[in-house]
C-alpha cells in the first residue's frame, strides 16, 4: 500500500469513555508511531551500561536538576573571572583595553561555532554534545589557573611579603633608611631612598604585559565559549521539547532561579579567594583594602574546574528523549482523532498516528540546502529579527557595564576587591531570584496576552535606561591625592626627595589627606611589621598638636605619621547605588521568562536551536565581543596613575573618579534605550503569537500534512487554517 492510500485509510471512530479504553488507544497509539529504536532512545547510560535503576532518572525533573547544577557551575565561570580581573590586571600588569579583549575569547568561540552547534547538535545526541561542551569549560577552567603556576605570585608581591618576614624578625620594628637590608629597601619607597626595579626575565621583573598570560587567558575563554554555545541552544531546546508548552515557564523559572547561583557564587567565592594573599602561605603587611593588595585569583578556577568535570560527566548518561515525550506524542494524536471525530470526521486514530510518523520521517535532515531555507524563514520572521535587535544592542549596552562594575565599585566608593564581589553577588541574588519566581508564576496561572508581555518588555527596556542616568549621579567625590597626579601639585616638603612614580598610596594621621606614596609624604621610617604599615618621621605631616608652618622645624618629633592604604570614606551612597540597582533588575527580571517565551514561540520547532545559535552569534559578535574592547578603552581614558617599570605601562592604578562615573553609565543609557526599537516591531507584530501552545495541536497536524503532502487527501472537515504568518 502506498503513502496516500495508508493515509485515508478508515477505521471505526474510537469511542472514548472510560479510562480503560483511552489508556488501550494511547497503547495502540504508541505502538504505531514508536518503534523499537524509538524506545531505546528513551534509555538513559552510555554504551551497553544501560541498567534497568537507571531507567528511573529518565525523567525531565532530574534532567532540570541537573541542567541546574551545570548551569550554576557553569556561571562561576564568567562572574568569578570578572571578580578577579582587577586583580589580574595588577598582577599581570594589565590594561582595562587588554583585559576587555581576554573577555572576548569565549564569544569569538561563540560567533564561530554557534549558527552550527545550534543547527547540526539539535539533530543530534544533544544531551551527549552538552557533556562535550561541559568537558571543554572544566579544561578552560584549569587553563586559566596555569599562568599562576608559571609564572608565580610575582615580585612585587614577593618583595612586599619579603619585608614584612624581615620586619618581624629584626630586633627592631622600626627601620629607617639607614638599615642595611636591600629588601627593606626595595620594598618601602621613603624619602631619600631610591630602590632599585627588577627587570629580570623572572616571573615578576621585566615590566609591562605578560603576552604569555594573556594568551593562556585568552585561550581559556575561548574554549569555555564552546560549552556556552551549546548549553545555552540544544539545552534550552531539549529541556522544551521533553516538557509541555503551557509548564515551560514554571519549569524556565526554577532553572534560572537555581542557575543564577552560578553567577552569585561567582562573585562570593571570588571575595573569598581574593581575601587570601596571591601565596597563601605567606601573610603580607597589608590590608584588603591597600589597592597593593593581591589576592589568590588563581584557587577559584581550580574549584570551578573540577564541579564542572563531576557535573557534566552526568549528562552523559541522559538519553535523546524522554520516555514522557513520546506519551505526550501519542496523547496529542489522540487528541487529534478526538477532535475529529466530535466535527463528523470520518479519520481514525490509524490515519492520525500514521500522519504523525510519517511527518517525524519526512522532517528536513540537517544540510546545509535546509540551512539555507531555515535561515530564510528566520530572516523573514519580523518578531524574531525584532527581538534579535533588542536583544544584541542591549547585551551591547550591559556587556560592558557588568564586566567592569566590581572594578568601578572598588574605584568609584573605595571598597575592596572582596566587599565589592559580595555586594555585587548579594543585590543579583535577591533581585534575579524575587523577579524570575514572580514573573514565571504570573505566566503559569495568569497567562497574559502576547501583547502584554511585550508591552510589559518595553517598559522594562525604557526603566532600565531610567535607572543608568540616575546612577551617573550617584557616587562618591573625586579623590585628592597629593603627589604627581594631574591637577595636585608636588609639595615642597618632599620635592627633595628623590621620588619615583611608583603608587602606593598613604594617609596621614588626620584620617583625610592623601598622599601618593610616603616618599611624597616626606616620610623616613616604615614599621613593616604593623599591618597596616605605619610610616613615621613624614616631613609632609605633622602632629597633631603642632602647627603646619612648622615643618621647617629640625626635631623630628615634629613630623607626623601615615599608614599604607587609603584614608577612611567618609561617602555613604554606596548602599544608596546598591539599593536602586536592586529595585529596578527586581522590576526587570519578572519579564526574564517572557523574553524566553518570545524567542521560542516566534519561530517553528524545527528552527528552535538554529534560531537560538543564531541568536548567540548575533550577540557574541555585535554584543560581547566589542563591549568590553570598547568599555575597556574609554575607561582607561578616564586614567590618572599608570603602572611603569621598567620603562613599559602597566595596568591603572588611579582613575578620575568623576569620568569613570559618568562613562560606565551614560554609554550603556544611549545604547539601550537604542535597543527599545527592536521591542517595539516585536510589540507590533506580536498579537498572532501562541505563547502557552494553546494551538499547538493544531500546528503540528498542520505541520505534518505539509511535510507528507497529505493535505488533498484531507476532507474539508478536517481542514485546519494554518498559523498566521508572522
Known amino acids: 500500500m502506498d503513502q496516500k492510500s495508508n493515509l485515508v485509510e478508515t477505521e471505526p471512530k474510537p469511542t472514548i469513555n472510560s479510562s480503560d479504553t483511552k489508556a488501550k488507544e494511547q497503547e495502540e497509539v504508541a505502538q504505531l508511531l514508536h518503534d523499537e529504536e524509538d524506545l531505546k532512545d528513551t534509555r538513559c547510560g552510555i554504551g551497553p551500561f544501560k541498567p534497568k535503576w537507571l531507567q528511573v532518572l529518565a525523567r525531565k525533573?532530574?534532567?532540570?536538576?541537573?541542567?541546574?547544577?551545570?548551569?550554576?557551575?557553569?556561571?562561576?565561570?564568567?562572574?568569578?573571572?570578572?571578580?578577579?580581573?582587577?586583580?589580574?590586571?595588577?598582577?599581570?600588569?594589565?590594561?582595562?583595553?587588554?583585559?576587555?579583549?581576554?573577555?572576548?575569547?569565549?564569544?569569538?568561540?561563540?560567533?564561530?561555532l554557534s549558527l552550527f552547534l545550534g543547527y547540526y547538535g539539535n539533530y543530534g545526541h544533544r544531551p551527549r554534545w552538552m557533556a562535550v561542551g561541559v568537558m571543554c569549560a572544566a579544561a578552560s577552567g584549569f587553563g586559566a589557573a596555569l599562568p599562576h603556576f608559571l609564572y608565580g605570585p610575582g615580585e612585587d608581591a614577593l618583595a612586599l611579603t619579603r619585608s614584612g618576614a624581615f620586619s618581624s624578625s629584626s630586633s627592631s620594628s622600626s627601620l629607617s633608611l639607614e638599615g642595611d637590608n636591600d629588601n627593606e629597601t626595595h620594598a618601602q619607597e621613603l624619602c631619600f631612598s631610591h630602590p632599585e626595579e627588577n627587570c629580570g626575565p623572572d616571573g615578576g621583573g621585566g615590566g609591562g604585559a605578560y603576552i604569555?598570560?594573556?594568551?593562556?587567558?585568552?585561550?581559556?575563554?575561548?574554549?569555555?565559549?564552546?560549552?556556552?554555545?551549546?548549553?545555552?541552544s540544544i539545552g534550552?531546546?531539549?529541556?522544551?521539547?521533553?516538557?509541555?508548552?503551557?509548564?515551560?515557564?514554571?519549569?524556565?523559572?526554577?532553572?534560572?532561579?537555581?542557575?543564577?547561583?552560578?553567577?552569585?557564587?561567582?562573585?562570593?567565592v571570588g571575595g573569598k579567594c581574593l581575601s587570601t594573599w596571591i601565596d597563601p602561605k605567606e601573610v603580607p603587611a597589608l590590608t584588603t583594602k591597600d589597592p597593593r593588595w593581591l589576592g589568590a585569583w588563581w584557587i577559584g578556577y581550580l574549584f570551578i574546574g573540577s564541579g564542572l568535570i563531576f557535573s557534566g560527566s552526568l549528562l552523559f548518561l541522559f538519553p535523546r528523549k524522554m520516555p514522557a515525550t513520546l506519551r505526550r506524542e501519542a496523547k496529542r494524536v489522540l487528541r487529534q482523532a478526538e477532535k475529529d471525530r466530535r466535527e463528523g470526521g470520518d479519520r481514525g486514530l490509524r490515519y492520525f498516528a500514521s500522519l504523525a510518523k510519517q511527518s517525524k520521517e519526512a522532517q528536513e535532515r540537517p544540510t546545509l540546502p535546509n540551512l539555507k531555507k531555515a535561515l530564510k524563514r528566520l530572516f523573514t520572521n519580523k518578531i524574531w529579527v525584532g527581538n534579535l535587535f533588542n536583544t544584541t544592542v542591549y547585551v551591547?549596552?550591559?556587556?560592558?557595564?557588568?564586566?567592569?562594575?566590581?572594578?568601578?565599585?572598588?574605584?568609584?566608593?573605595?571598597?575592596?576587591?572582596?566587599?565589592?564581589?559580595?555586594?555585587?553577588?548579594?543585590?543579583?541574588?535577591?533581585?534575579?531570584?524575587?523577579?524570575?519566581?514572580?514573573?514565571?508564576?504570573?505566566?503559569?496561572?495568569?497567562?497574559?496576552?502576547?501583547r502584554f508581555v511585550t508591552g510589559y518588555n518595553i517598559f522594562i527596556t525604557l526603566l532600565y535606561v531610567c535607572s543608568y542616568v540616575s546612577l551617573m549621579f550617584i557616587g562618591c567625590p573625586k579623590l585628592q591625592v597629593i603627589g604627581p597626579v594631574e591637577g595636585s601639585p608636588i609639595p615642597a616638603c618632599s620635592s627633595t626627595c628623590g621620588c619615583s612614580a611608583k603608587y602606593s598610596p598613604v594617609c596621614s594621621e588626620d584620617q583625610t589627606t592623601l598622599f601618593y606614596s610616603p616618599c611624597y609624604a616626606g616620610c623616613t621610617v616604615a614599621n613593616a611589621s604593623a599591618s597596616p604599615i605605619v610610616y613615621s618621621n613624614c616631613r609632609c605631616i605633622t602632629n597633631a598638636t603642632i602647627q603646619h608652618d612648622d615643618y621647617s622645624a629640625q626635631n623630628s618629633t615634629l613630623f607626623g605619621t601615615a599608614t599604607s592604604g587609603y584614608c577612611p570614606e567618609p561617602c555613604n551612597n554606596f548602599f544608596k547605588y546598591i539599593i536602586i540597582?536592586?529595585?529596578?533588575?527586581t522590576i526587570a527580571s519578572t519579564g526574564r521568562v517572557g523574553s524566553s517565551l518570545i524567542h521560542l514561540r516566534s519561530v517553528s520547532d524545527e528552527d528552535k536551536g538554529l534560531a537560538l545559535g543564531l541568536l548567540t552569534v548575533f550577540i557574541s559578535f555585535f554584543g560581547f565581543i566589542p563591549a568590553p574592547i570598547m568599555m575597556g578603552a574609554i575607561i582607561d581614558s578616564a586614567c590618572l596613575v599608570w603602572d611603569t617599570s621598567c620603562g613599559k605601562t602597566g595596568n591603572c592604578w588611579l582613575y578620575d573618579s568623576d569620568k569613570f562615573r559618568t562613562i560606565l553609565h551614560l554609554v550603556p543609557a544611549v545604547f539601550v534605550f537604542i535597543s527599545v526599537f527592536g521591542d517595539i516591531v516585536v510589540f507590533y507584530y506580536s498579537r498572532q503569537l501562541d505563547l502557552y501552545g494553546d494551538r499547538e495541536d493544531q500546528v503540528q497536524l498542520e505541520r505534518a500534512r505539509r511535510l507528507v503532502g497529505g493535505s488533498a487527501t484531507l476532507s474539508k472537515s478536517q481542514n485546519l487554517d494554518p498559523p498566521a504568518q508572522i
Not at 604569555?212 to 545555552?232: E, R
Not at 540597582?581 to 533588575?585: L, N, Y
Open 396 to 450: 551591547l549596552a550591559a556587556s560592558g557595564y557588568w564586566n567592569f562594575k566590581p572594578k568601578y565599585l572598588e574605584n568609584q566608593f573605595r571598597k575592596s576587591s572582596t566587599e565589592a564581589n559580595y555586594y555585587t553577588g548579594i543585590a543579583s541574588l535577591i533581585s534575579l531570584v524575587l523577579g524570575t519566581g514572580l514573573g514565571g508564576a504570573v505566566l503559569r496561572w495568569a497567562q497574559p496576552g502576547p
Open 581 to 585: 540597582q536592586c529595585v529596578v533588575k
Open 236 to 268: 534550552v531546546t531539549y529541556l522544551d521539547d521533553n516538557i509541555s508548552k503551557k509548564t515551560y515557564p514554571v519549569y524556565y523559572s526554577a532553572s534560572f532561579m537555581l542557575r543564577i547561583l552560578g553567577p552569585v557564587l561567582g562573585f562570593f
Open 212 to 232: 604569555g598570560a594573556i594568551i593562556l587567558f585568552f585561550c581559556s575563554q575561548f574554549f569555555v565559549g564552546i560549552a556556552i554555545s551549546i548549553f545555552y
Open 61 to 112: 525533573e532530574v534532567y532540570l536538576m541537573v541542567y541546574c547544577l551545570v548551569g550554576m557551575v557553569q556561571g562561576m565561570f564568567f562572574t568569578y573571572t570578572v571578580s578577579v580581573i582587577s586583580t589580574i590586571e595588577k598582577r599581570f600588569k594589565l590594561t582595562s583595553k587588554q583585559t576587555g579583549a581576554i573577555l572576548t575569547g569565549n564569544d569569538i568561540s561563540q560567533v564561530m
